[in-house]
C-alpha cells in the first residue's frame, strides 16, 4: 500500500505520520496490498472550488473523497482524499483534541468512504464515525 500526502496550505503537517497512518487504515480496510492512496491538505478556499465543482454545494467543508479506479501503471488507485487544513483546526478546536489528530480522522474518514462506508443517515455517520476512532485508537493517533 503507498499513500502520498501533499501539503497545499501553510500550517506545518506531520506528512509522514499521516502517510503511516493512511496506510494503516487501508490495510485494515483490506485494501489490495498494490493500491495507492494520494491525500492532499489545502485551505478552505481550495476545498470549497471542489465542492463547488463536484458536489455542487459553494461552501467549504471539512473532507472529500475522490474514488479511482486502475491508475496508468496498472496498479489500482483507491482514490484521492483532500481535507481542508483550515476547517480541520477549527474542529479540533471546537471539539478540544489536537489539530493532527483532527486531521488523521478526516483522512481516516475520506479512507472509509472509499471503501464503502457511507454516513447520509444518522445510524451510518454513528457506524462511521465510531470505525473511524477505532482505527485511531488502534494506530496511536487518538490523541
Given at each position: 500500500m503507498a499513500a502520498t500526502v501533499a501539503n497545499r496550505q501553510r500550517r506545518r503537517i506531520r506528512r509522514r505520520w499521516l502517510e503511516q497512518i493512511a496506510e494503516a487504515v487501508m490495510e485494515a480496510e483490506g485494501c489490495r496490498p498494490e493500491a495507492e492512496l494520494s491525500?492532499?491538505?489545502g485551505d478552505d478556499a481550495w476545498i470549497q472550488e471542489?465542492?463547488?465543482k463536484y458536489r455542487k454545494k459553494d461552501r467549504p467543508t471539512d473532507v472529500?473523497?475522490?474514488p479511482q479506479d486502475v491508475g496508468p501503471s496498472g496498479h489500482p488507485l483507491l482514490g484521492d482524499v483532500a481535507v481542508s487544513?483550515?476547517?480541520a483546526a477549527r474542529q479540533a478546536g471546537e471539539l478540544g483534541h489536537s489539530f493532527e489528530r483532527?486531521?488523521?480522522l478526516l483522512v481516516t474518514h475520506g479512507?472509509?468512504?472509499l471503501t464503502g462506508w457511507e454516513d447520509s443517515t444518522a445510524v451510518q455517520r454513528e457506524r462511521m464515525l465510531a470505525r473511524a476512532e477505532a482505527?485511531?485508537?488502534k494506530f496511536g493517533a487518538e490523541g
Open positions: 491525500v492532499v491538505i471542489l465542492n463547488r472529500l473523497a475522490f487544513a483550515e476547517t483532527e486531521l488523521a479512507i472509509l468512504h482505527l485511531l485508537v
